[in-house]
């Protein structure tokens, strides 16, 4: 299968299904790599867009491709504060990255307060695996502190009961299909409530 091909499908899913919620909204993508989402995402005319990227090449290449976002290199797990209240977080194909998944869902909960979350696991599992920082694509660590490198993933009822007890209910729960990129795995809408 072609890569690029696969990728597209994927793009294509997520834009058909999920990225209509972020017309005139305030958008931000968590890990948006080389903006393959983002592209996607600013044709849905958000009223504001706010990338944070941890992986500076990344974030270098996404100034000059979106001149129009407000790009920040951070890390989920530290960062989110500066991003502020949101309307739609787009957490994809970087909740499996992490060495702390629930702390990195508490921060952007706590510190940008949604109204809408999409999230996908690439992962859906419990279960820990060594991911070498830094490399492109992966778990990123902006500075130079030593690090586990240990990633830990979480199934689908961790994620589930974990957004609820944070104040989300599932609205809706997808897999992307075949023969996309990341086929099989599970993407959800989650909305606060209250
Ligand atoms: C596999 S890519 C996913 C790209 C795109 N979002 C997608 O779903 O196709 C993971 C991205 O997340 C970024 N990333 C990894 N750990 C991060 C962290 N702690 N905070 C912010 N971004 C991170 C990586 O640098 C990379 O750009």
């Given at each position: 299968m072609v890569w690029g091909h696969s990728l597209d499908l994927k793009c294509d899913f997520i834009d058909r299904n999920?990225?209509?919620?972020?017309?005139?909204q305030t958008v931000l993508e968590i890990g948006?790599?080389?903006g393959w989402i983002t592209d996607r995402i600013v044709a849905h005319n958000p009223k504001k867009l706010i990338l944070l990227e941890s992986h500076k090449k990344s974030v270098d290449f996404v100034v000059k491709k979106f001149p129009q976002a407000t790009v920040i290199h951070g890390d989920m797990h530290e960062d989110l504060?500066?991003?502020?209240?949101?309307?739609v977080a787009l957490v994809l194909g970087?909740?499996?990255?992490?060495?702390?998944p629930l702390h990195a869902l508490e921060k952007l909960v706590n510190s940008c307060e949604p109204d809408i979350i999409i999230l996908d696991n690439m992962?859906?599992?419990l279960d820990w695996k060594e991911e070498i920082p830094n490399?492109?694509?992966?778990?990123?660590?902006?500075?130079n502190k030593r690090t586990s490198n240990i990633v830990i993933s979480i199934s689908n009822e961790i994620t589930i009961t974990a957004m609820k007890n944070l104040?989300?209910?599932?609205v809706k729960q997808d897999e992307y299909p075949h023969?996309?990129?990341?086929?099989?795995n599970p993407i959800f809408h989650f909305e606060k409530h209250e």
């Amino acid at each position: 299968m072609v890569w690029g091909h696969s990728l597209d499908l994927k793009c294509d899913f997520i834009d058909r299904n999920f990225l209509h919620y972020c017309q005139n909204q305030t958008v931000l993508e968590i890990g948006c790599f080389e903006g393959w989402i983002t592209d996607r995402i600013v044709a849905h005319n958000p009223k504001k867009l706010i990338l944070l990227e941890s992986h500076k090449k990344s974030v270098d290449f996404v100034v000059k491709k979106f001149p129009q976002a407000t790009v920040i290199h951070g890390d989920m797990h530290e960062d989110l504060m500066q991003v502020g209240k949101v309307n739609v977080a787009l957490v994809l194909g970087v909740i499996y990255h992490s060495h702390a998944p629930l702390h990195a869902l508490e921060k952007l909960v706590n510190s940008c307060e949604p109204d809408i979350i999409i999230l996908d696991n690439m992962q859906p599992f419990l279960d820990w695996k060594e991911e070498i920082p830094n490399e492109p694509g992966m778990r990123n660590i902006i500075d130079n502190k030593r690090t586990s490198n240990i990633v830990i993933s979480i199934s689908n009822e961790i994620t589930i009961t974990a957004m609820k007890n944070l104040g989300y209910n599932l609205v809706k729960q997808d897999e992307y299909p075949h023969p996309s990129q990341g086929w099989g795995n599970p993407i959800f809408h989650f909305e606060k409530h209250e």
